[in-house]
Antibody, heavy 122, light 108 residues
């Protein structure tokens, strides 16, 4: 069974930093693209960042480009996102998501973590 | 960036109804569209990928259709467990993925 366990959220002041982690199990982590998706309170889903299975070129939403860095450690089956220069508008539940298995294009999400809440406030 | 315009934003329906939700893309993206169901306080769940392929374990009352710029999620014979919020997502462009704004399906 695929499991994704998100962690690292918390309360941080504007301008601060936080690193989120996503521990994966139940599948060959190194074979799949992985992503972060967030959801502000009462709002819809917003894609944040994606990284290929090999950890090649990362992709970022314009709203986080230059402030967030996605990475992965395939030896530890773990996905990360380093979030710097945090703003009030970054307050959200952050989900890690596994790339799809059954299409030639794998940037849809067939499994999700439970989410971790990041609150940016003074 | 590709925009995904989802409608309606809210839908009131009864158990047994057939409901349709539409997503329109700002350019042709066929068939790279997925649909998700989300319940309050939970992570989204994949229903449909590649516009019309049903994810394993998803009931057959869910179906996806469409091409080009218009895509539809249909729920036939709406069940009590189906009252939730639904999102479309495009993955035509790897460098920028986009979700629709969501459709909340409420009990009439």
């Amino acid at each position: 069974e695929v499991q994704l366990l998100d962690s690292g959220g918390g309360l941080v002041q504007p301008g601060g930093s936080l690193r989120l982690s996503c521990a994966a199990s139940g599948f060959t982590f190194s074979s799949y693209a992985m992503s972060w998706v967030r959801q502000a309170p009462g709002k819809g889903l917003e894609w944040v960042s994606s990284l290929s299975s090999s950890g090649g070129t990362p992709y970022y939403a314009d709203s986080v480009k230059g402030r967030f860095t996605i990475s992965r450690d395939n030896s530890k089956n773990t996905l990360y996102v380093q979030m710097n220069s945090l703003r009030d508008e970054d307050t959200a539940v952050y989900f890690c998501a596994k790339g799809g298995s059954n299409s030639v294009r794998t940037y849809y999400f067939d499994s999700w973590g439970q989410g971790t809440l990041v609150t940016v406030s003074s | 960036d590709i925009q995904m315009t989802q409608s309606p934003s809210t839908l009131s329906a009864s158990v047994g109804d057939r409901v349709t939700i539409t997503c329109r893309a700002s350019l042709s993206i066929s068939p790279w569209v997925a649909w998700y169901q989300q319940k309050p306080g939970k992570a989204p769940k994949l229903l449909i990928y590649d516009a019309s392929s049903l994810e394993g374990g998803v009931p057959s009352r869910f179906s996806g259709s469409g091409s080009g710029t218009e895509f539809i999620l249909t729920i036939s014979n709406l069940q009590p467990d189906d009252f939730a919020t639904y999102y479309c997502q495009q993955y035509n462009s790897y460098s920028t993925l986009t979700f629709g704004g969501g459709t909340k399906v409420e009990i009439k």
